[in-house]
């Protein structure tokens, strides 16, 4: 008896369809959702260098942002807003849910390395806005977030550190009731995060510049610069200081 084998352009076809449908459902072939590519309203880029990538976040009241990416790299977090809580629902194998609880401005949270997969709730009435503060060239060791808590009063004058790790410095600054402050240069390249408006002049350049609150401002190597707070605003900011060796623009 002889056998009716399908053509050898069939076989090939009926292979090629199975392997589609197995790459398909293969986690490696999950096509990953860039949030400043596909949700522009709730992320976008202000600020790109060699060293970091600053990304403005914005949830508003009570939306769902859909499922989307983030990249495995360090990440400081700066809250711009006192906010409400927000859902975050993580996708993937070992699918899971937290709530982060309502944020206050001028607080911070640092974070080791981590890709995320997941979709997000505003839970609350308030909108979100904050800066996700993505470092290049620095990795923090893995483990318990660092978590830095907004001063209680700005009406006086401060300049402290309030978290060092793997060459990273955070120094929070508040300039009250003087003229203006001065910010003094290190052998490595910082970012200013402002919380209030405040005019920053270079003083190698002299050249001032407004920075919005919420807006940063990229200071190089061994440049010194002086903080100027609106009248009757106490200067408030965030100084993130980077390793010597990290390459600046």
Same mark, same amino acid.
């Given at each position: 008896?002889?056998?009716?084998?399908?053509?050898?352009?069939?076989?090939?076809?009926?292979?090629?369809?199975?392997?589609?449908?197995?790459?398909?459902?293969?986690?490696?072939?999950?096509?990953?959702?860039?949030?400043?590519?596909?949700?522009?309203?709730?992320?976008?880029?202000?600020?790109?260098?060699?060293?970091?990538?600053?990304?403005?976040?914005?949830?508003?009241?009570?939306?769902k942002i859909p499922v989307h990416d983030h990249a495995a790299v360090s990440t400081v977090f700066v809250y711009l807003n006192d906010s409400s809580p927000v859902r975050i629902d993580h996708d993937g194998d070992k699918a899971f849910s937290?709530?982060?609880?309502?944020?206050?401005?001028?607080?911070?949270?640092?974070?080791?390395?981590?890709?995320?997969?997941?979709?997000?709730?505003?839970?609350?009435?308030?909108?979100?806005?904050?800066?996700?503060?993505?470092?290049?060239?620095?990795?923090?060791?893995?483990?318990?977030?660092?978590?830095?808590?907004?001063?209680?009063?700005?009406?006086?004058?401060?300049?402290?550190?309030?978290?060092k790790d793997a060459g990273v410095q955070i120094e929070r600054i508040v300039c009250a009731a003087v003229p203006n402050c001065s910010i003094k240069?290190?052998?490595?390249?910082?970012?200013? $995060?402002?919380?209030? /408006?405040? &005019?920053?002049? !270079?003083?190698?350049?002299?050249?001032?510049? +407004?920075?919005?609150?919420?807006? $940063?401002?990229?200071? /190089?190597? &061994?440049?010194? !610069?002086?903080?100027?707070?609106?009248?009757? +605003?106490?200067?408030?900011?965030?100084?993130?200081?980077? /390793?010597?060796?990290?390459?600046?623009?």
């Amino acid at each position: 008896m002889m056998l009716n084998w399908p053509p050898l352009q069939m076989v090939r076809m009926r292979a090629m369809l199975a392997f589609l449908i197995a790459a398909s459902m293969s986690p490696i072939a999950i096509h990953t959702q860039d949030p400043l590519k596909t949700l522009p309203n709730n992320y976008r880029s202000v600020f790109d260098n060699s060293a970091i990538t600053v990304i403005r976040a914005h949830y508003g009241p009570h939306e769902k942002i859909p499922v989307h990416d983030h990249a495995a790299v360090s990440t400081v977090f700066v809250y711009l807003n006192d906010s409400s809580p927000v859902r975050i629902d993580h996708d993937g194998d070992k699918a899971f849910s937290v709530v982060r609880p309502p944020t206050v401005t001028g607080s911070f949270r640092v974070v080791a390395g981590m890709a995320e997969r997941h979709s997000i709730e505003n839970l609350g009435d308030k909108s979100s806005d904050f800066l996700r503060i993505e470092l290049k060239q620095v990795s923090f060791p893995s483990g318990e977030a660092f978590r830095g808590s907004a001063p209680q009063n700005v009406q006086q004058s401060l300049d402290a550190i309030e978290f060092k790790d793997a060459g990273v410095q955070i120094e929070r600054i508040v300039c009250a009731a003087v003229p203006n402050c001065s910010i003094k240069p290190t052998q490595a390249p910082s970012l200013l $995060v402002a919380f209030t /408006p405040v &005019s920053v002049v !270079a003083n190698k350049e002299q050249q001032k510049e +407004v920075i919005e609150a919420g807006a $940063v401002h990229w200071l /190089p190597s &061994s440049q010194a !610069a002086t903080v100027i707070p609106n009248i009757g +605003v106490p200067a408030h900011l965030l100084r993130i200081i980077l /390793p010597m060796d990290t390459v600046s623009r």
